[in-house]
């Protein structure tokens, strides 16, 4: 935790406009639990690794100690959830979106950050929520995007920026969130976000371990959680040249959340790491039975039975799909199937044992209708 800070008369003039409703609401979508219900207040606490931490929410806006009680409410939460009073405040006052705070801690004078970091950074939040809207809209996981859908693009348009604020170099995406009935399903929106948590969760979580011994087989397991070559790049290019940042979550206080909104702190270390295993999973062909489906780029007999096949289109896997080119070893009667089709211009499916990136003990080869032609 670090220090509570002090919070400025403009601060707590905005703070003081907020209902106890608003405040009790935001600290119940983000980690934090009512212990104890006084006669006009309510104590909450918040576990951490560092300890627990306690603060209470005043019940009436009339009492005399009123703004008092909400400076050290601003500050013992900033303090806890390690951000600036003014963005804690931005979070309180934004009930109707769920937002996405990204804080770049770069070296040099205070609100600036060089140019080449802003760009990458604004590009790496941009790939993080089409990519996150592409994985939703798809059944099965994907160690590589290709080409998304205007659809996910079309989403990815309403999402709107804040302005950049000072102190560390700070910008929030802001997902609005309608306000929907109890019961009723999730808007499209919120299902965006809680994707977008599951999956900066879950690099979060593979690159802490990775910084022991890295193996690639950290994120292979986190593909149904949302890790993706795509989502792994975006969080690389925030942090560009190794500059550290945190991402954190808040969930719009009109329709609260069962997901406790938290803050993740990616480090120089982590950074690298990530973007190792975006490299690796862009050409990632996992050991194991794998399908391919595509067109024959390549063809090459071997000195004895068979030959050696290049097949580019799309992958399966057991840890998810991507799109990219692979070398196929087949009998020969597998082998002239593909010659044939080749020579047809036909599209193909081919079934086998992935080993070391390649296709062996090929199965099953079917010559298939392409998809990609309407």
């Given at each position: 935790?670090?220090?509570p800070?002090?919070?400025?008369?403009?601060?707590?003039?905005?703070?003081?406009?907020?209902t106890?409703?608003t405040?009790?609401?935001?600290?119940?979508?983000?980690?934090?639990a009512?212990?104890?219900?006084?006669?006009r207040?309510?104590?909450?606490?918040r576990?951490?690794?560092?300890?627990?931490?306690?603060?209470?929410v005043?019940?009436?806006?009339?009492?005399?100690?009123?703004?008092s009680?909400?400076?050290?409410f601003l500050?013992?939460v900033?303090?806890?959830?390690?951000?600036?009073?003014?963005?804690?405040?931005?979070?309180?006052?934004?009930?109707?979106?769920?937002?996405l705070?990204?804080?770049?801690?770069p070296?040099?004078?205070?609100?600036?950050?060089?140019?080449?970091?802003?760009?990458?950074?604004?590009?790496?939040?941009?790939?993080?929520?089409?990519?996150?809207?592409?994985a939703?809209?798809?059944?099965?996981?994907?160690?590589?995007?290709?080409r998304?859908?205007?659809?996910?693009?079309?989403?990815?348009?309403?999402?709107?920026l804040?302005?950049?604020?000072?102190?560390?170099?700070a910008?929030?995406a802001?997902?609005?969130v309608?306000?929907?009935?109890v019961?009723?399903?999730?808007?499209?929106?919120?299902?965006?976000?809680?994707?977008?948590?599951?999956?900066?969760?879950?690099?979060?979580?593979?690159?802490?371990?990775?910084?022991?011994?890295?193996?690639?087989?950290?994120?292979?397991?986190?593909?149904?959680?949302?890790?993706?070559?795509?989502?792994?790049?975006?969080?690389?290019?925030?942090?560009?040249?190794?500059?550290?940042y945190?991402?954190?979550f808040?969930?719009?206080?009109?329709?609260?959340?069962?997901?406790?909104?938290?803050?993740?702190r990616?480090?120089?270390r982590?950074?690298?790491?990530?973007?190792?295993?975006?490299?690796?999973l862009r050409?990632?062909?996992?050991?194991?039975?794998?399908?391919?489906?595509?067109?024959?780029?390549?063809l090459?007999r071997?000195?004895g039975?068979?030959?050696?096949?290049?097949?580019?289109?799309?992958?399966?896997?057991?840890?998810?799909?991507?799109?990219r080119?692979?070398?196929?070893?087949?009998?020969?009667?597998?082998?002239?199937r593909?010659?044939?089709?080749?020579?047809?211009?036909q599209?193909?499916?081919?079934?086998?044992?992935?080993?070391?990136?390649?296709?062996?003990?090929?199965?099953?080869?079917?010559?298939?209708?392409?998809?990609?032609?309407?």
């Amino acid at each position: 935790m670090t220090p509570p800070a002090l919070v400025s008369d403009e601060e707590l003039r905005a703070a003081s406009a907020l209902t106890p409703e608003t405040l009790n609401q935001y600290l119940l979508s983000n980690g934090w639990a009512p212990q104890e219900r006084l006669e006009r207040a309510t104590l909450w606490s918040r576990r951490e690794n560092d300890g627990e931490f306690q603060v209470l929410v005043p019940g009436d806006r009339e009492l005399r100690d009123y703004a008092s009680r909400i400076s050290d409410f601003l500050a013992t939460v900033a303090a806890v959830e390690e951000r600036p009073i003014r963005l804690l405040l931005d979070d309180l006052a934004d009930t109707g979106a769920d937002t996405l705070s990204f804080r770049l801690l770069p070296d040099g004078p205070s609100g600036t950050i060089p140019l080449f970091n802003a760009v990458d950074a604004l590009a790496g939040v941009r790939e993080l929520v089409v990519s996150s809207t592409y994985a939703l809209m798809n059944e099965r996981p994907m160690l590589m995007q290709g080409r998304r859908p205007d659809s996910a693009f079309d989403f990815a348009r309403t999402v709107r920026l804040g302005t950049p604020r000072a102190g560390s170099w700070a910008i929030a995406a802001q997902l609005a969130v309608p306000r929907v009935a109890v019961n009723a399903e999730l808007p499209f929106a919120r299902r965006v976000s809680l994707q977008m948590h599951r999956a900066v969760r879950a690099c979060f979580a593979a690159s802490g371990e990775a910084q022991r011994d890295f193996d690639i087989g950290l994120f292979l397991r986190r593909t149904g959680e949302g890790v993706s070559a795509n989502v792994c790049d975006a969080l690389a290019r925030l942090g560009r040249d190794g500059v550290p940042y945190d991402v954190r979550f808040n969930w719009a206080g009109q329709l609260p959340s069962s997901v406790p909104a938290r803050s993740f702190r990616f480090n120089t270390r982590r950074i690298e790491i990530l973007r190792t295993a975006a490299e690796q999973l862009r050409v990632a062909v996992p050991d194991g039975e794998v399908t391919i489906e595509g067109q024959v780029s390549r063809l090459r007999r071997e000195a004895g039975e068979g030959g050696q096949a290049t097949v580019r289109g799309s992958i399966s896997t057991v840890y998810g799909s991507s799109e990219r080119s692979v070398r196929v070893l087949l009998p020969d009667a597998l082998y002239q199937r593909l010659v044939d089709a080749h020579g047809r211009r036909q599209h193909v499916r081919v079934t086998g044992t992935a080993v070391r990136g390649r296709i062996e003990r090929v199965s099953r080869v079917e010559v298939v209708a392409d998809r990609t032609r309407n």
